[in-house]
């Protein structure tokens, strides 16, 4: 029975189970559809098939994106719509704009890295964004590409090349206009500045560069220096650019010549104003003055140390540090002067120039000595070859270089020289230098350590070999020669016994050269010259001349005939001009007695031995108190006569009478008056000393001259 009400409540079951299978059934075919699609269209177009949006419906698909080449969207729906199992293929593609100029720029800012610009294709792009992952792992990639067709040839190698170079520079930043490359940014080291430079010049095919802007890392302080062993020479550092260094690198090749060069320089803003290259070259100049050492420029601020090669080497050094290039201040030099061994220094005496070679300690030790030079050898000229080296010997150096000139002054030519503390002399000396007397002067002007090696010195033969005696106003000077130091002490000796009233000076000295018997002829002929008032007489070879006043007109010819006679062989009397000399002033009779008495005690009348003959060596003190005695004229006066106490009594009385009468006889052979003197003798009765010692006796013989 058909009942219309009740059988449409069974179509609600029967309804549900057809939408049920229905669901089913299409949900699987959809999914195998659309991976169909998708298998399709990436075989179509493999570049560009990420780039579309694909859904099914039932057994009908649809396509929608970007058209990157026309007809290239009816090419994928049709392949598409061929598949397998797909009934419709529905495409909706927007076709893409063409750029130009096709530009692509890859930006690190902050913690993101931006991709921005034109990318030719999906699988291009999928590729920038990959590289950009691994470029800049710890920054958020930024993707802010547009599709564009017109990408320059190997746009895709040229963009991968630049992204990767950005990512590695602080602030880096690359962009591709068309064909042209352009990167800038802050290498974070100079390794990485070197690649990225490196970089834009070897680029990829297709690609121009453009604008380099990239900087490399900045030093503060800004530091470079050059170290060598003597075998190696070792470049760190900083430098501001590559090409700096390069020109620095070939200036220590030429500067160290034989010497490796380690090159670890680095590059780095912040360099001093100035051209670097120029002050490092300058540097590395001075560094090849050294042996071993190290230069270094720290923001302009130059520092050198080590050991100079040479002592040339060691005086340019120094020379160098004290005027620098424009640009450089002087921090520090610490130069050492080369160590010898041995520490060999000189002076050479030309005659004209004195010559100062070998080596000093120091530069103030150096110039020391030049300037002592100078002081002690006037009028000639000063050659300062001397260098400067370590080495030295303990103790004053300048002083003991000094000794040595002061001995080299000694010399008409030669050469003294210090080799460590040993003092060598050698050479012709001057008319009073000889061997002994330069040792001696030596010897007692060095200080330890310093001593007298050696002295070997030619004496010089004086010619005309000359002595001489000037006595006047009470002063005896001796001058000219005598051979060796022990005859001029017996000559001073002598003259000082003959010339017993007046002070000898020495003005001799010591040459060789005197003739036989040089010795023996002077003092023969002090005892004559002590008898004139005044005069001078000359020794020259073996001639003397005699230029003098006697006492008296009788002691004129005496005297010459004392000359003559008492010259020994060899010797001759030349010119003897001895005249009398003028008569002195009266003596008040009061002032006579101090006189005879002052003259009497430097000077003693003197007598052969038990007799009354006059010894000759008391003519002079006879003659002096002839001299006396005339100018006392209004004094009477006694000569008394005393002996010691050995022998009788009488004996000795009338000994000393007759020595008195003897000197009264010489008195008026002079031509004294003899009416006012008279003569006693007093033997032994009045001593003055001792008897019972020689020299008491000695006292106690003697004449004296009493005023009454």
């Known amino acids: 029975m058909h009942q219309p009400s009740k059988w449409w409540t069974g179509l609600i079951p029967v309804a549900a189970l057809w939408i049920a299978s229905g669901t089913f059934i299409t949900g699987p075919v959809e999914t195998d559809i659309l991976a169909r699609a998708r298998d399709v269209a990436a075989a179509t177009s493999p570049d560009t098939a990420a ?54 720029s890859a930006t690190r800012a902050g913690n993101q890295f931006i991709l ?39 746009f895709e190698n040229i963009a991968l090349r630049g992204l990767a170079e950005a990512a590695r520079l602080d602030g880096g930043a690359f962009a591709l206009n068309d064909k042209t490359y352009s990167i800038a940014g802050q290498a974070p080291s100079s390794a990485i500045y070197e690649a990225a430079i490196a970089s834009t010049q070897q680029l990829p095919a297709g690609a121009t560069l453009g604008t380099v802007g990239v900087l490399a890392p900045e030093a503060k302080p ?92 060691y005086d340019a050094a120094i020379a160098a540090a004290r005027k620098l290039p424009e640009g450089l201040t002087l921090a520090r030099a610490d130069i050492l002067a080369p160590e010898v061994k041995p520490f060999v220094w000189s002076a050479r005496n030309d005659g004209a120039s004195i010559t100062l070679t070998g080596m000093a300690p120091t530069g103030i030790a150096r110039d020391a000595i030049a300037e002592a030079a100078v002081k002690l ?29 002061t001995e080299l002054g000694k010399l008409a030519i030669g050469q003294a020289s210090l080799t460590d503390a040993r003092l060598a002399i050698s050479g012709e000396g001057a008319a009073e230098v000889t061997n002994a007397i330069v040792a001696g002067s030596a010897r007692a002007s060095l200080a330890a350590p310093f001593e007298v090696a050696s002295v070997d010195i030619k004496e010089v033969s004086i010619s005309p070999y000359v002595f001489r005696v000037a006595r006047s106003d009470g002063k005896v000077v001796l001058s000219g020669y005598a051979p060796d130091e022990k005859t001029r002490q017996d000559l001073l000796t002598a003259a000082k016994l003959a010339f017993f009233q007046d002070a000898v000076e020495d003005g001799l000295k010591i040459g060789k050269g005197a003739p036989t018997n040089f010795g023996a002829a002077v003092k023969a002929i002090f005892g004559p010259m002590a008898r004139l008032a005044s005069g001078s007489l000359v020794l020259m070879d073996g001639k003397v001349d005699v230029d003098g006043h006697a ?16 010259l020994p062989a060899g010797f001759r009397l030349g010119d003897a001009n001895v005249d009398v000399a003028p008569a002195g002033p009266p003596v008040a009779a009061a002032q006579c007695q101090p006189l005879f008495s002052g003259l009497l005690d430097k000077g003693r009348i003197l007598f052969e031995t038990g007799s009354a003959n006059l010894s000759k060596e008391s003519l002079a003190v006879l003659d002096h108190l002839v001299d006396l005695a005339v100018r006392c004229r209004d004094a009477d006066i006694e000569v008394a006569g005393h002996t010691d106490s050995v022998g009788s009594a009488d004996a000795n009385l009338d000994l000393s009478r007759r020595r008195a009468a003897a000197v009264v006889a010489y008195l008026a052979d002079a031509g004294v008056p003899t009416t006012r003197i ?7 009765t009045r001593p003055i000393a001792t008897n019972d ?4 006796r000695t006292q106690n013989r003697r004449i004296e001259f009493l005023v009454k």
């Open 51 to 104: 780039a579309l949006a694909i859904s099914v419906a039932g057994r009908d698909v649809r396509l929608a994106g970007p058209e990157f080449a026309k007809g290239q969207g009816a090419v994928i729906a049709q392949a598409v719509a061929d598949a397998t199992g797909v009934r419709l293929a529905a495409a909706e593609f927007q076709t893409v704009p063409a750029a130009s100029p096709y530009v692509f």
């Open 116 to 154: 921005k610009g034109d990318v030719p294709s999906p699988t291009t792009r999928a590729r920038l964004l990959d590289a950009a992952k691994a470029a800049a792992p710890n920054v958020e990639i930024v993707d802010a590409l547009a599709y564009a067709t017109g990408a320059p040839q190997g």
């Open 222 to 313: 800004f530091v470079w220096s050059a170290t060598s062993d003597g075998v190696a020479t070792t470049l760190s550092g900083v430098t501001p650019s590559i090409e700096a260094r390069s020109s620095i690198a070939r200036a220590a090749t030429g500067s160290l010549p034989g010497r490796m060069i380690v090159d670890q320089m680095q590059i780095a803003r912040g360099a001093p104003t100035g051209d670097f290259a120029a002050a490092a070259a300058y540097a590395l100049n001075e560094l090849g003055r050294l042996a071993k050492g190290r230069v270094a420029i720290a923001d302009g601020a130059y520092t050198i140390v080590g050991e100079a090669a040479s002592t040339q080497a």
């Open 377 to 405: 050898f006037p009028g000639k000229t000063i050659v300062n070859q001397m260098g400067i080296a370590r080495g030295a010997p303990e103790g004053d150096f300048v002083a003991a270089a000094l000794a040595a000139m």
């Open 551 to 566: 006492i008296y007109a009788k002691a004129v010819e005496q005297i010459k005939t004392a000359l003559s006679g008492a």
């Open 678 to 684: 008279a003569s006693q003798g007093y033997g032994e």
């Open 693 to 696: 010692t020689a020299e008491g």
